[in-house]
């Protein structure tokens, strides 16, 4: 396994996991691939960020002032380019992921059978099932706060392409991320 000092999100980007290894602590899910890095998920938010000409601490701030969101606050880590990233847990979270928000598709129930701990499944636009530790209502709000942040930064205004999605009500069977 290949593993990288750093990594740039970019549009393929889809998730940034958090892992305990010694030789990384970052696994970044692309639509493609998997990227095995050394830095935390909120390093490479953070240095995200500044390639964008901001900090993290910055575009916070700002979603807070436009929204009045204190927690968990979703990141316009680049409106020009539409990347915003959400976190499943306080950012100071060791185990918080950071989803990229236009790349998911739809969050469904979990039917878990052979790992209890899976809530909920988040459906990315190319298909790609990625298991999470989240319920769907958390997954869903953080979501749709991702949504308002798009609508109120987006430069564009309704050219965003991106919709509310609806939570699936029945249970799908087991998916895996790959």
């Known amino acids: 396994m290949n593993t990288?000092?750093?990594?740039?999100?970019?549009?393929?980007?889809?998730?940034?996991?958090p892992v305990r290894q010694l030789d990384y602590s970052t696994i970044?899910?692309?639509?493609d691939r998997k990227i095995y890095i050394q830095k935390k998920p909120l390093q490479l938010i953070c240095s995200a960020c500044l390639d964008n000409c901001s900090t993290?601490?910055?575009?916070r701030a700002a979603v807070e002032y436009?929204?009045?969101?204190?927690?968990?606050?979703?990141?316009?880590i680049s409106p020009s380019?539409?990347?915003?990233?959400?976190?499943?847990?306080s950012p100071s979270d060791f185990g918080c992921s950071w989803i990229m928000a236009n790349n998911v598709n739809?969050?469904?129930p979990a039917s878990s059978q052979h790992n209890a701990a899976i809530q909920s499944i988040i459906v990315f636009h190319n298909g790609l099932h990625l298991e999470m530790?989240?319920?769907c209502y958390v997954l869903e709000k953080q979501y749709q706060r991702s949504v308002m942040c798009i609508m109120q930064f987006s430069s564009t205004g309704s050219n965003t392409n991106v919709h509310y999605i609806k939570?699936?009500?029945?249970?799908?069977?087991?998916?895996?991320?790959?």
Do not use: D, M, W
């Open 56 to 59: 993290y601490e910055g575009r």
């Open 133 to 135: 530790e989240e319920s």
């Open 66 to 76: 436009h929204t009045g969101f204190k927690r968990k606050v979703p990141i316009p």
């Open 167 to 178: 939570i699936e009500a029945k249970h799908t069977s087991r998916l895996s991320p790959y």
């Open 28 to 31: 970044a899910i692309e639509e």
């Open 4 to 17: 990288q000092p750093n990594y740039r999100i970019t549009e393929k980007t889809l998730a940034l996991l």
């Open 106 to 108: 739809c969050i469904l």
């Open 81 to 89: 380019k539409k990347l915003y990233a959400f976190p499943t847990l």
